[in-house]
Every structure is written in C-alpha cells, then in structure tokens.
C-alpha cells in the first residue's frame, strides 16, 4: 500500500473516521446524520453513505486502555471492508496522537498479509494509497508505520511457512537478502565453519538432518563507534520433532514455528537498519531442524559446547536452550554488547504458565525489566517476569558433565530453561531471556488454524528506539 500524507479530508470520497467511546461529539462535523447509532466499541465499526454515496467508516477506538493495540481496530475495518474500497482510502487523523496514527498504519498494513502464499490460486490482493489526513506533520510516523507493518508481514510469512521449505539454509538466503534490501550486513556460518569455530551444540542438534544448522550474524552499525549496544539472539529450529525424545503427533506440525525467535531477530535487525535509527545492533540467529535419523543426538550423550562447556542431554526435544548456548557464548566473547536479550520459543511451560498473553521473561537486571514491561503495555506485546532463585539451579546439576538439559522433573520448566541458558552468559549484568512460545504463534480472527502473530517486533525495536541516540 502506498500511504500519503494529506492537510484535509476531502468529504465527497471514502474516508475511515476513527472516534473514542462515546465521543461522537468530537467527529459530528463529518458525519452525515447527527446521531448514527454508534458507541465507539472497540473494534466496532458502522458503515454510513454521505451525500456523495461515499462511504464513511465510522471506527471505533475504544478507550484509553485499548490505545496499546489500536492498529487491531483498523486491521479489522480494512480485513473485513477492503474489498469493497476504491482506489483510495482517505483516514481522518487529526484526533490521533503520533502513536495512534503509527498504529493505524500498522494495522491497515497488517491486514494486507497475505497467509496463502502456497495455495495454487492466489487471493486477489486490492491495492491502494492510503491518504492520511492530519494538520500535524506526520510523514516520519507514517513512514515508520509503513516499515513496521511490513516487517511485520514479512516474519509472519517466516513462521507461517512450511519447514521443508524454511530449511537454516532457507533463513540464512533471507537474511543474506534482507541485509542487501536495507543496507547492512550479514554472514551466514554453515557446517565447515561452524565446526571450525566451535560451535558443537548447533551442530549436535542438527546431526539428524539433510538440513544442515547455520548461524547467522546480522550486523548494523549505525552510531559513530563500533561498540555493539544490543545483541538479539534467535532460537532458529526450522521444525522441532523433539528427536529420539520424539513428540505426540498431535499438532506436532506446529513446530515449524519454533524459530519464532529467530524470526524476530531477522525482523527487527532489518526494521532498525531500514529506519536507520543511531545504534548498532548485532542479530544472531542459531538455526538448526531437530530431526529423527539414525544420526540424530541421542539422551544420554554428552556434547560439547561453543563455551567448552559439557552437556549431558536428558531430553533431546529440550534442544532450543542448547542453540542458543552457543549463541549466547559467541555474542558474550566476540561482541561484548551492553545488552543481551534472547528469544526463543523455548518451552511447553511458559505456556501453561502465562498462556498466550505474556511471554515470559527472566533478568536478573530490575531496571531493563521494568522497562520492557512498560514497553510490553505500551505496545501490546506484554512480558511476565518469572523467578529465578538460585535455589532451582540444582536442577541443572549432572554427574558426568558439566551441566544437563532438562531436569526430568515435571516442574518450573520456563525457569529451568532459562537457568541453563544463564550458564553461557558469564553474568553478562544486562542479560534477558524472553520465552515466546505462547504468544509467537496462535489462534486469531484472521485464519482457521493456528499462525504467526508477529509479537515481539513492536517490542524489541521500541527498546532499542529507546536506546538509541536521538
Ligand atoms: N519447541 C518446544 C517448546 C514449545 C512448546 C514451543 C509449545 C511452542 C509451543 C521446545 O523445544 C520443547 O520441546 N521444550 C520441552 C522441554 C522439555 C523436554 C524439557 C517442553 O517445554 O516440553
Ligand atoms: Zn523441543
Ligand atoms: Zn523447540
């Protein structure tokens, strides 16, 4: 969609009218009748013809307490109505703050993904110009909407796309692309280098498969020094069978989304470069798919890490926390980052625990915590932090090695994934692990079975926005 900026709505053709819960008052102006019956619902919306017989949505914001996912109003309005728009669309702004409007960009965005992209006919895709009308100078907000959005769209597809074709290779193509398309740069370690630079969980997990594991650096460097200020690391698993501690069947083609992670990584890298904010930003991806093979990493093996340290493998379906071992040890020695945040959709727990609201997320930094708490409401990606006490750290004592992956017992499994993964951080202070299994994929209005939402990008880029240098 192509967006515009303009000073004044132009009443004879089609315009989306947006008004807050019963503040009908604020919009009469516009309306062509003095009292339609509409309340302003959240979500709601109200088709009135002016007297040029053009359409006039009336769209309903809510209240204040539903302004943090306000682009899901208008991804609704523009899912549900699209098809019977013009060539443009005309949005009356001037009662919407910057983030309002940044949002109803986002939504009107989102509501274009396209989720049957492997289907034989394609659906007909409406195209239009958006015309944003607003007194206020809003081309930056616009703009970054449209990018967001759009990054958005694009690791859905990510998540929702099949896992023969979503191999590591496959997400080590599209990062190679995306750092070309916005102007930044991005190394794709495959097997060779892998082994020669050590990184021997990667490798474990991905023995299985004719798909072999890479690692990804995605580099941005957009302040004047070479510090890096935040490293994001992704767990990439292409598809999770669980290996030899193979999974039920049932929903088992789920687990093609569990580089939820990853996704988000590559996204928000991308987002930062194309919105060239004064930051550098280093994305790692450790991708691998858990396979069943006569190769496969068996429970019961000790494996080597990018650490040195030695793992005994429980459970090999608990292989998320072992990529990102890696990842973690990698950024800790080379990259020396001031933050440090992972995402993984790392456990069947945190979704039993906090369900498909929050994901759950582990620091033991209090002030990052309450700020990506805040930037969670803000943004409507909300985080939950879960504990991590010393004392479940016995959970991760092994005989024979110097750690294992998985306790055996049916208890605290958020937290002792995350535990492990503090192993390889050296106690990096400004460390944060984000479990996003329950939220990175789902039910939604949009699609019959389960897909991508697309959580965290608002999330992670608004942090960084925050860190970065005006
Ligand atoms: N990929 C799964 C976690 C997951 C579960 C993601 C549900 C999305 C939805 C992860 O690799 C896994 O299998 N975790 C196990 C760990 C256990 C064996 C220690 C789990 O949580 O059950
Ligand atoms: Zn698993
Ligand atoms: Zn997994």
Redesign the pocket.
Known sequence: MIYKHIKQIDTSKDFILPCRKNELEKVKTLLPLSKPDFDGEFLSYQLLYGKDGNRIYLLGLGEEKHSARLEEAFRKLCFDTNKYWDKTIQVYAENLTEDETRKAVIGLEMAQYAIGEFKSEKEKQNQFTVTISSSKSIKKIIDEGRETGLTINKIKALVDAPPNIKTPEFLGKWAKKSAKDANYKSTVLKQKELEKQGFKAVLSVGKGSVNKPVVIINEYYGASNKKVDICLVGKG?TF?S?GL?I?PSTNLHY?K??MGGAAVVLGAVELVAKLKLNINIVGIVCSAENAVDANSYRPGDVIESYSGKTIEII?T????RLVLADGLSYAVKNLKPDYLIDLA?????V?RTLGYEAAGMFTHNQEMASIMSDIGYKVHERVWQLPMFEEYKSDLHSDIADLRN?SGKPLT?ATN?AQFLESFTEEHKNWMHLDI??VS?GSSPYAKMKSASGYGIQLITEFIKQKAVK
């Open positions: 698993i999770d669980g501690s999974k687990m989304s569990d459970d379906d608990a292989e998320g959709t790392l456990t069947g727990s979704v998985f499994g994934a299994a329950g994929f």
